[in-house]
C-alpha cells in the first residue's frame, strides 16, 4: 500500500502566482502524488471551497480576521504572520484527520500553526532558510522613523522561538544552503536535510553584444528585501550609472502591486513588467542580471534563474557566499557600477562569467534536486 501524505501549505500553489515559495510547492507536490497517495492542504484567497479528493482548501481570512488573528498571535508571544495564515476552519480540519494519513509534509513555517497535538506519525517540514536572521537584517536596514522597523524587531525574536520549536517537534526539516545549516545547534544536525533550489530546465539564451542594454532583476516585488533592492538600485546607482552609460534599461520582472509599481516606475531608465514566466527574449538583450539584496539568506532562486539562461550574475556580498566565484561580487556602491560596465563593454569578461553561470547551475535542475525529496520520504 502507497503511504499517505498530507502536503499542508498557507498558500494556493494552483493560483499561478510569481513566487518561488508557490513554484516550489507545486513542483513537490507533483512529483509527490506520482509516488504515494497525496492530499493537499491549503488556503485559498477565491470565495470557492474545494472539498474534492485530494484537494482540500479552505478561505483566506479577511482584512478584519487578519487583525485579530495578529493580535491574538502578539499575546501568545507567536509570529505576526501566523495570524496573517490562520484559519480556525482549517485547523480543525487537520486536528480531526491527522491521524489518517502516514507523514505530514508542511511547507513554510507559518503553516507549522497546523501541526496537531496527538499526531503520531511522521513530521516534515520545509523550512527554507532561517526567517529570524532575515527579519533582523531587515529590522536593521530599515530608517528608525519607520514604525515597520520595530515590527521587524520583534518578529525576529517571535520567529526565532519558532525555529527552536520547529528542531524540537518535527522529525526531518528541510534547508536549502548549507550556510544556514551551520548556524543550526549542532545537537538538531541529524534532523536537518540539504534540498537546495533549482531550475527546471538550463539553456543558454546570452550572447554578447554591445548592443544588449538590459540589467535584469527577477523576483517577488511585494517581498520587501526585493523591493528595497529595487529601490536603492534606481535611487543611489542609475544615477551614477548614466553617467558613465546611456544605453541601458534596469528591467525589474515579478509579481508587484499597483503602489510599489508605480514608486519604482517614475525614472526613463527602468521598466517594471511585472510577471513574465518566458524570460528568453529580455535574456537576449540583456547583458547582467542582478542580486544586489542587503537582506538575504539562503540562496537566492534569482540567481540560479539567471544562471540556467547563461547571463553573468552580480551579487552583492551577502548574496554571493553561496555562489563562491560563479558570481561577480561587490562589497561597496562604486563597485557594482564598476562590474555592470565591465560585463556591458568587455566581452572576454561576460563570456566568462556567462560559462560559470552554465557550469554552476547544470547540476541543479528540477530533475536532479527533486530526487532528493523521494529519498528524503523513503528514510
Not at 536549502?176 to 545547534?185: H, L, P, Q, T
Not at 540583456?286 to 547571463?311: D, P, R, W
Request: with cysteine.
Amino acid at each position: 500500500m502507497k503511504k499517505k501524505i498530507l502536503f499542508i501549505t498557507t498558500r494556493n500553489p494552483y493560483s499561478g502566482r510569481y513566487s518561488g515559495d508557490v513554484i516550489r510547492s507545486a513542483k513537490i507536490i507533483n512529483l509527490l502524488k506520482k509516488k504515494y497517495s497525496l492530499d493537499i492542504l491549503y488556503l485559498n484567497k477565491e470565495r470557492n471551497i474545494s472539498h474534492k479528493k485530494k484537494l482540500i482548501s479552505f478561505n483566506s481570512p479577511n482584512l478584519f480576521l487578519k487583525l485579530k488573528f495578529c493580535i491574538i498571535s502578539l499575546f501568545k508571544l507567536k509570529p505576526l504572520q501566523m495570524g496573517l495564515f490562520y484559519s480556525g476552519e482549517m485547523k480543525t480540519y487537520l486536528n480531526d484527520n491527522a491521524n489518517s494519513y502516514d507523514c505530514l509534509f508542511f511547507n513554510h513555517i507559518r503553516s507549522v500553526q497546523y501541526l496537531p497535538k496527538n499526531y503520531y506519525g511522521e513530521t516534515i517540514i520545509e523550512m527554507g532558510d532561517l526567517y529570524s536572521e532575515n527579519y533582523n537584517q531587515t529590522f536593521k536596514s530599515l530608517n528608525f522613523l519607520n514604525p515597520i522597523k520595530y515590527i521587524y524587531f520583534f518578529e525576529s525574536f517571535l520567529v526565532k522561538r519558532l525555529e527552536e520549536e520547529i528542531f524540537n517537534k518535527f522529525d526531518k526539516v528541510i534547508l536549502f544552503s548549507k550556510n544556514e545549516i551551520k548556524k543550526v545547534d549542532i545537537k538538531f544536525k541529524h534532523k536537518i536535510f540539504l534540498i537546495g533550489e533549482s531550475v527546471e530546465r538550463v539553456k543558454n539564451y546570452y550572447s554578447f553584444s554591445k548592443k544588449n542594454y538590459r540589467i535584469l532583476f527577477v523576483g517577488n516585488l511585494n517581498y520587501l528585501p526585493n523591493f528595497l533592492a529595487c529601490r536603492n538600485f534606481i535611487k543611489n546607482t542609475i544615477p551614477k550609472l548614466k553617467k558613465e552609460i546611456t544605453n541601458f534599461k534596469f528591467c525589474i520582472i515579478g509579481d508587484i502591486n499597483k503602489t510599489r509599481k508605480r514608486l519604482l516606475s517614475s525614472n526613463s531608465n527602468v521598466e517594471v513588467l511585472g510577471s513574465i514566466k518566458n524570460l528568453k527574449n529580455y535574456v537576449k538583450t540583456a547583458f547582467c542580471g542582478i542580486a544586489n539584496l542587503e537582506i538575504a539568506t539562503g540562496v537566492q532562486g534569482k540567481v540560479l534563474t539567471y544562471m540556467s539562461h547563461g547571463l553573468p550574475v552580480i551579487c552583492s556580498d551577502k548574496v554571493s557566499k553561496n555562489f563562491g566565484k560563479s558570481v561577480l561580487s561587490y562589497d561597496k556602491d562604486y563597485e557594482i557600477i564598476e562590474k555592470i560596465i565591465s560585463l556591458k563593454t568587455n566581452k572576454s569578461k561576460s563570456n566568462q562569467f556567462s560559462r560559470k553561470s552554465l557550469k554552476f547551475v547544470k547540476n541543479l535542475t528540477w530533475k536532479q534536486v527533486s530526487k532528493n525529496y523521494l529519498k528524503l520520504i523513503k528514510l
